[in-house]
T-cell receptor, first 112, second 113 residues
Framework: DAMVIQNPRYQVTQFGKPVTLSCSQTLNHNVMYWYQQKSSQAPKLLFHYYDKDFNNEADTPDNFQSRRPNTSFCFLDIRSPGLGDAAMYLC???????????FGPGTRLTVT | DAKTTQPPSMDCAEGRAANLPCNHSTISGNEYVYWYRQIHSQGPQYIIHGLKNNETNEMASLIITEDRKSSTLILPHATLRDTAVYYCIVRVSRSSSASKIIFGSGTRLSIRP
């Protein structure tokens, strides 16, 4: 089945230690998104790629970066995680901008 | 994108229809109504969307009022697996500048046996 895959499902990192979260898709969609969802809150968009075109949300901290080496893969890099960055990180895709989005299961990040 | 208002929580008996309301009184003519849901510890799942006409798919029906200021998502025969947070979102579709989904607080739907 075509799908959005996130690895790992659970990630523990230390305060200040860089961490990378991975997302892959078999849908061949043009757009890939990263959302952050903190406990009991709604998901919040961090940034998205339309093909190779990167679009950052205005309030996304500089600590968060992303890479999309090819259509199938997208990575979220957190350069110096703080305790406030503990959250669920959701990857999503859509065929085109504005279309319905398909979400992965998320990676729950713990910062110790 | 227009803001939406949803009740924070609802419950419904298993096997009955669950009707989830959403107000979007400031919706623009080119904005669609989308519904997503998020089951605990999973990513959000697309359910349905519409512009003016009522829509139905294998998961749900979407009823949009004639003035488009409100809508109702209907799950015709709710099951325990439908327990989730349901998000109503209005957004421009196929826009070059409006790719993002702005999630509101949603409605927490509980299905009771």
């Amino acid at each position: 089945d075509a799908m959005v895959i996130q690895n790992p499902r659970y990630q523990v990192t230390q305060f200040g230690k860089p961490v990378t979260l991975s997302c892959s898709q078999t849908l061949n969609h043009n757009v890939m998104y990263w959302y952050q969802q903190k406990s009991s809150q709604a998901p919040k968009l961090l940034f998205h790629y339309y093909d190779k075109d990167f679009n950052n949300e205005a309030d996304t901290p500089d600590n968060f970066q992303s890479r999309r080496p090819n259509t199938s893969f997208c990575f979220l890099d957190i350069r110096s995680p703080g305790l406030g960055d503990a959250a669920m990180y959701l990857c999503a895709t859509s065929r085109e901008k504005g279309g319905e989005q398909y979400f992965g299961p998320g990676t729950r990040l713990t910062v110790t | 994108d227009a803001k939406t208002t949803q009740p924070p929580s609802m419950d419904c008996a298993e096997g009955r229809a669950a009707n989830l309301p959403c107000n979007h009184s400031t919706i623009s003519g080119n904005e669609y109504v989308y519904w997503y849901r998020q089951i605990h510890s999973q990513g959000p799942q697309y359910i349905i969307h519409g512009l003016k006409n009522n829509e139905t798919n294998e998961m749900a029906s979407l009823i949009i009022t004639e003035d488009r200021k409100s809508s109702t998502l209907i799950l015709p025969h709710a099951t325990l697996r439908d327990t989730a947070v349901y998000y109503c979102i209005v957004r421009v579709s196929r826009s070059s500048s409006a790719s993002k989904i702005i999630f509101g607080s949603g409605t927490r739907l509980s299905i009771r046996p």
